[in-house]
């Protein structure tokens, strides 16, 4: 063990400094929408919207900061900028809810003022910060981590570090705010600056100490590249063709990709039409999972009797679920995945992916049948432990759907172009909590009629069957097409 720890001393060391981004990251996505419905009296709607938009162009800023990282900045550079913006955000926030009023009037929309203005300066220093940091964690992990195993090795200790984060960040929102307590929120705010602070200082003082590789050498950090983007781009063209960088260098846009397109083999384009295709059901997928963080948090603060004996549990804490379950069932789907190998079962990417869609409908078929008794007025609060069990059905959704997506980038794309392809795999976040967002805007908390894009809303039930719809519509669909789609993968032949 000692000898595993040595060897991996920088990546153990890397990943407990991410603990204290991910206790404010994920700490903050506890109360995200809470915050914006009791501190700055915005409405549901409203605070769907703003969900929608902020997590739309946050999962579009890592795109732009590592453009900039690798092309002006070190590692450590960029997750010093990191570890500073996001200090700033959380003092920003803190300003803003050290502004809170008691008030009964809800926004329907933006109102300017000191406190909506460092509201938006701290949303915007966080993705900044989101960004360089998660970035530059991930871009030394694989430097300290030399070969393919060795980089898979380090993403397997560094993702249950990085989740321990995640449940910290929820627990101390909930222990230092509590339930309804809005004058509470700045201290959190401040209380997550002072976590970044620290993690900032012990970073900076031990980095030429422990950041090192698996053969205990100080890790290169002074590499920068010049306009790498366009530098890869050349060399891939130039390998996949006749002409030299020099003369593609000559070529405008329109040329660029028409010889693109001509240099790709009939598997490679089959290949790229079924990475697509894919892209299309995990953003699908996604818009459902993202209600978690939006319509779920309106449904648990209302509909959920949070109360047990003398204390009211708060509605973040509800948000420990997720991360808890995935940290406790992930060891045993690892063993069940070892348990079809050796049996030589065939559980490919879009078996998963179906089992994972069908999954998670039943999840909103859980919440469709409650929203009926919620509807018809038959019960106005449901007991707490319902909520674990759809915490769990989720969680066994989300392990079988990331299994398949991280499997999907390996089978379907060359080494030369995986950087790409996860940046697109990543990108459909923007996408799918974007429209997750708006969607939630419709969700049922007043007694007013909805529509989802001309599909009228009347009740907590006919919202969640949309999500029950759009997953066994999409399950259907995969079922359907399943064969030609996995003879368009080629696996054999990679």
């Known amino acids: 063990m000692s000898m595993l720890k040595e060897k991996f001393k920088g990546t153990y060391f890397i990943s407990f400094i991410s603990i204290t981004t991910a206790i404010c990251e994920f700490g903050i996505s506890s109360i995200f929408i809470l915050f914006l419905l009791y501190i700055l009296n915005f409405s549901h709607p409203l605070a769907s919207e703003t969900y929608a938009y902020y997590y739309g162009i946050a999962y579009l800023f890592p795109i732009f900061i590592g453009y900039l990282s690798d092309k002006y900045l070190t590692k450590t550079g960029a997750l010093t900028i ?38 938006l300066i701290g949303l915007f220093c966080l993705a900044l910060g989101v960004s360089f940091t998660n970035i530059s964690i991930s871009h030394i992990i694989n430097s300290v981590n030399k070969t393919e195993r060795l980089k898979i090795d380090g993403l397997s200790i560094y993702y249950p570090i990085l989740n321990i984060g995640v449940i910290i960040g929820v627990i ?180 998963r992916i179906i089992l994972a869609l069908i999954v998670l409908a039943i999840v909103f078929m859980i919440l469709s049948g409650i929203g009926y008794y919620i509807d018809i007025d038959a019960v106005s609060k449901i007991n707490l432990l319902w909520m674990p069990l759809i915490e769990i059905i989720i969680a066994i959704s989300e392990l079988l759907f990331s299994i398949a997506g991280y499997s999907m980038i390996g089978d379907l794309t060359y080494e030369k172009y995986y950087s790409l392809f996860f940046g697109l795999f990543i990108a459909t976040g923007s996408i799918s909590r974007y429209m997750s967002g708006l969607i939630a805007i419709e969700f049922p908390v007043y007694d007013t009629p909805k529509f989802v894009y001309s599909i009228p809303i009347d009740g907590v039930m006919e919202y969640y069957c949309l999500f029950v719809f759009m997953n066994l519509v999409a399950a259907a669909v995969l079922i359907i097409y399943r064969k030609k789609i996995t003879e368009k993968m080629h696996i054999d032949e990679s």
């Open 172 to 351: 101390l929102m909930s222990l230092i705010i509590g339930d309804k307590n809005y004058y509470l929120y700045k201290w959190g705010f401040l209380t997550l600056a002072f976590i970044l602070i620290i993690g900032l200082i012990i970073f900076r003082l031990l980095k030429n100490k422990y950041l090192v590789d698996n053969d205990g050498k100080l890790m290169e950090d002074n590499k920068k590249y010049k306009n790498p983007i366009k530098k890869e781009s050349l060399r891939v063209l130039s390998k996949k063709s006749s002409k030299s960088i020099q003369q593609i260098k000559n070529l405008n846009l329109k040329e660029k990709v028409i010889l693109y397109k001509q240099s790709l083999t009939k598997v490679e384009k089959d290949k790229l039409v079924v990475f697509f295709i894919f892209l299309v059901f995990i953003i699908i997928y996604r818009i459902s999972y993202t209600q978690t963080t939006t319509s779920m948090i309106f449904f648990i603060d209302n509909y959920v009797d949070r109360n047990i004996s003398f204390f009211n549990i708060p509605v973040q804490f509800f948000s420990i679920l997720n991360p808890l379950f995935v940290l406790i069932l992930g060891p045993i789907f690892l063993k069940i995945n070892y348990k079809l190998e050796e049996k030589k079962i065939e559980f490919g990417i879009v078996k």
């Open 82 to 119: 990191g570890f500073i913006t996001m200090i700033i955000s959380q003092l920003s926030l803190a300003f803003s809810a050290s502004l809170y009023v008691p008030s009964t009037i809800q926004y329907d929309h933006y109102i300017s003022n000191l406190q909506n203005l460092s509201f």
